[in-house]
């Protein structure tokens, strides 16, 4: 069986599909809900204390 650049570009294309569909299963399984929601809220984590150390208010 003769390997042309054909043939490693479409290995290629497959295994990039594979990976894109591993991704997208481990992204919206369910128990990945919780991790993602504290991910989400990593912005937000430090907003009461710089307001408090800098004498502002809310």
Not at 38 to 57: I, K
Request: aromatic share 8%; net charge negative; proline share 3%.
């Amino acid at each position: 069986m003769d390997y042309d650049i054909n043939t490693l570009r479409a290995a290629v294309t497959v295994a990039g599909f594979a990976c894109f569909i591993v991704i997208v299963i481990m992204a919206w399984r369910p128990g990945a809900q919780r991790a993602h929601h504290e991910a989400a809220m990593l912005p937000f984590a430090d907003d009461d204390r710089v307001h408090m150390d800098s004498g502002e208010t809310k």
